[in-house]
């Protein structure tokens, strides 16, 4: 199993930007595709980005396309998500998780959620 701890999130103001990164444990990280999902309050938890195992691959979610740029390093097992041109839809906690994908969605490999990385956009 991966254990995973997200950071770098934080105040700031529409159109701007913010990098989070997850950091994760266990030797298998390579092996696993990774994503980041988010969860405004008051709505369901929703997929934001994946990457698959070597980085190549990757995916978003349509609201987020040509804004976020999702990336790992696998040598220092850290996947980090890149946000720009932020909007005040894009406040919420986000989560990093190993991830697989049953063709329609995007699911949480474990079903466990770390604490997350609040990120605030302010208009």
């Known amino acids: 199993q991966v254990q995973l701890v997200e950071s770098g999130g934080g105040l700031v103001q529409a159109g701007g930007s913010l990098r989070l990164s997850c950091a994760a444990s266990?030797?298998?990280?390579?092996?696993?595709?990774m994503g980041w999902f988010r969860q405004a309050p008051g709505k369901e938890r929703e997929f934001v980005a994946a990457?698959?195992?070597?980085?190549?691959?990757?995916y978003y979610a349509d609201s987020v396309k040509g804004r976020f740029t999702i990336s790992r390093d696998n040598a220092k097992n850290t996947v980090d998500l890149q946000m720009n041109s932020l909007k005040a839809e894009d406040m919420a906690v986000y989560y990093c998780?190993?991830?697989?994908?049953?063709?329609?969605?995007?699911?949480?490999?474990?079903?466990?959620w770390g604490q997350g990385t609040q990120v605030t956009v302010s208009s």
């Open positions: 266990g030797r298998t990280f390579s092996s696993y595709r």
């Open positions: 990457i698959n195992w070597s980085g190549v691959n990757t």
């Open positions: 998780a190993a991830v697989r994908s049953d063709g329609s969605r995007w699911n949480n490999v474990f079903g466990s």
